[in-house]
């Protein structure tokens, strides 16, 4: 049987829920933003009319007033957006126990097993559940329809706002191909760079070129990208409420105040590292890699990454990690505007476990010791805050988030 796959994503979601609450304002360009006071206030996210203005996400409000000078800011309420986010998935649930969420504002549905109870016609569905959301809601998706999730999701990308896009057998060709190839998932920077230098540039291009020199070019990732242009993800999509690992945990700051020594530097990566460590714990995670990143005032980046010895899911050894890492690649005379510290190459405390005995670790006890510690500390923030019980090595001026956190901050992917 063919697979009938839909991926949802809502439009402008945090502009268009805040939008609910102030409809005079919406023929005007509107941004929902960070602190337009700090400098780390970004743009995430904004209306019709200010896209028009060639307004982005992520950009800095001062960036994007400067393309808009009448953009009007909204402050974010992120709480608003899950509890938003929670009652649209359950009526996605009208329609299937197949229901993915792929972050606040989208989702993948599998209806190839109950199409046929909603008249058999995946448009038709795909348009009736356009028309709910519009009624019961206030907001609008599109909806991409297509036989596997990666053409599913290009095909909800495919046309904007409100609008259905099916992607078939007979029409992917004609209709992906074409698209440059940074529109497909998971094509990042690094790879669409390697992809460029061999004259990839499109979704056919990529589609067209050979397999096994991708794999020699980009590993497995390679082979994987190539069977994604050729229409042949078979991946499934996740019962509704069952839980997905994270692949990787990071956290991200820009600082009130460049940091302008090493002793600044790793005050920042400790505490990023300490945020790090407590949602590994929370997930029941270890990491085997880490990653850093560092944005200097010009917004120019640097990123490295290292493999671990021994998995760890505490703050201190993936601080010791990072700060490695930024002593390799960084002068520390030069100011540092944000860090980011991730965690990469997760696995289950549990497997972690067993793989610490292969080290022969001499600080087995030690540890697990200090593991039970920073469980101890997690149990004191959950129950009196996150400001109970901290480092005493944090910078003097708190750091701010980069972007709006999930639910328990930071990034996880």
Known sequence: MERIIFHCDLNSFYASVELLDHPELRHLPVAVCGDPESRHGIILAKNEPAKKFQVKTAETIWQAKRKCPDLVLLPAHHSVYREFSQKINRMYQDYTDLVEPFGIDESWLDVSGTLHLFGGDPVALADEIRR???????????????????????????????????????????????LPVTDLLYVGRSAAETLERVGVRTIGDLARFDRERLFR???????????????????????????TP?????????????????????????????????????????????????????????????????????????????MELADGCWNMQ????????????????????????????????????????AHAMDAIRDKY?????????????????????????????
């Open 246 to 322: 994270p692949k990787s945990v990071g956290n991200g700051n820009t600082f009130a105040h460049n940091l302008q020594s090493r002793e600044e530097i790793q005050a920042g990566i400790v505490q990023l590292a300490d945020q790090v460590g407590a949602r590994l714990r929370r997930h029941r995670m270890k990491c085997t890699g880490v990653a850093l990143q560092i944005r200097d005032p010009d917004f120019r980046d640097i990123s490295r990454q290292k493999r671990l010895e021994v998995p760890t899911c505490l703050g201190r050894e993936i601080a010791r990690e990072a």
């Open 217 to 243: 070019l980009l590993g497995k990732q390679g082979s994987q990208l190539h069977d994604y242009a050729c229409g042949l993800d078979r991946s499934p999509v996740a019962p509704a409420g069952q839980y």
């Open 132 to 178: 709910r959301m519009r009624q019961e809601f206030g907001l609008t998706i599109s909806v991409g329809v297509s036989f596997n999730k990666i053409f599913a999701k290009l095909g909800s990308d495919y046309k904007k706002p409100d609008a259905t896009t099916w992607i078939s057998r007979d029409n992917y060709q004609r209709l992906v191909w074409p």
């Open 334 to 373: 030069k100011p540092v505007r944000a860090l980011t510290v991730t965690a990469i190459y997760l696995i289950p405390e549990d497997q972690a476990a067993v793989q610490q005995t292969l080290f022969g670790d001499q600080g087995a006890e030690q540890r697990e010791r200090l593991e039970k510690l």
């Open 385 to 413: 805050g996150k400001g109970a019980i901290g480092l005493a090595s944090a910078p003097k001026e708190a750091a701010r988030e980069r972007h709006a956190p999930p639910p328990g901050g930071g990034r996880e992917e």
